[in-house]
């Protein structure tokens, strides 16, 4: 037995819901490392503005202890940025998973840093198909350091304790 197939007519309003403000990513930002909240997003930590998500190739680059680790480019969705300040807020969780995927791969290290968004739209067109290793200058938009990532609790070296002296 096949049902009557019955459309009701939405009673919402037509008219689109309003889009977020457009985010100019070429903009030097301050990053920020701290977990987001998709839902309701997170606000930025510097003017309280509603945090935009945005997928892009970021420059990371690792550490282990006092030895430079790795450094590469890799493509995510862990960067949120203020529409209304040059701020942008990585998610070190989300990052972390990404972390984790390459760590076989290469010497990662236990600290990281992104140093900037890389802006491909910015790239020549008659470079566009040369290897970015290869380019004359990589289209770098820095992120100034407001505050160094955290790693979890159970991952923090700990500190060594102090000796004590035998008396005489």
């Known amino acids: 037995m096949k049902l009557p197939w019955v459309r009701h007519k939405h009673k919402g309003s037509s008219e689109p819901a309003p889009m977020a403000p457009p985010v100019d990513l070429t903009l030097p930002r301050t990053v920020f490392y701290q977990a987001v909240e998709t839902a309701p997003m997170s606000a930025c930590p510097r003017c309280g503005t509603t945090l935009s998500p945005e997928t892009g190739m970021y420059f990371v680059a690792t550490r282990q202890g006092r030895r430079q680790g790795e450094n590469f480019m890799m493509s995510?969705?862990?960067?949120?940025?203020?529409?209304?300040c040059p701020t942008v807020v990585v998610d070190p969780e989300k990052l972390g998973q990404l972390l984790y995927a390459g760590a076989q791969k290469w010497d990662m290290g236990d600290a990281y840093s992104v140093l900037g968004f890389i802006d491909l739209d910015a790239i020549p067109e008659e470079q566009r198909h040369v290897p970015f290793d290869e380019l004359e200058e990589l289209p770098l938009v820095p992120f100034e350091s407001g505050d160094r990532p955290r790693l979890p609790q159970k991952q923090?070296?700990?500190k060594p304790k102090p000796r004590r002296r035998k008396r005489r």
């Open 76 to 84: 995510g969705d862990f960067g949120f940025y203020c529409p209304a």
């Open 156 to 158: 923090r070296p700990r």
